[in-house]
């Protein structure tokens, strides 16, 4: 929104984020970057319209612009907590075997998986 109220066009805007954020995912991905450039890439964007200070600014001010997200994000992680608590024991579980890959019982006999 701060790069159309500088003049930009929104579908121009919107394209040239993705555009970006695409790259830096990429390049992150392919170990050409150390570190997380999409702000400098923006920044340097001539169709954003949008100086370095102004995105740091935006991203410092994040918690306001997140509305209820983060109190919303909290109250589910304390019902999934409280949801999950009996199954305790279950978090470690590891299945014998992948019953597709490996279609035998123990004593070398196939279950009668067609696939």
Not at 72 to 93: C, D, H, I, M, R
Request: one cysteine or more.
């Amino acid at each position: 929104m701060e790069a159309v109220k500088a003049g930009a066009g929104r579908e121009t805007a919107h394209e040239a984020i993705k555009e970006h954020a695409v790259a830096v995912a990429k390049d992150l991905r392919q170990g050409k970057l150390n570190e997380n450039d999409l702000l400098n890439r923006l920044a340097t964007d001539e169709r954003l319209h949008l100086r370095k200070e102004v995105l740091d600014s935006l991203l410092a001010d994040g918690n306001r612009l997140t509305g209820m997200a983060k109190a919303e994000v909290a109250t589910f992680q304390k019902a999934a907590t409280e949801w999950l608590a009996p199954f305790a024991k279950a978090a470690g579980y590891q299945p014998v075997r992948d019953f597709m890959t490996q279609p035998y019982n123990q004593h070398g006999r196939t279950f009668g998986v067609v696939c």
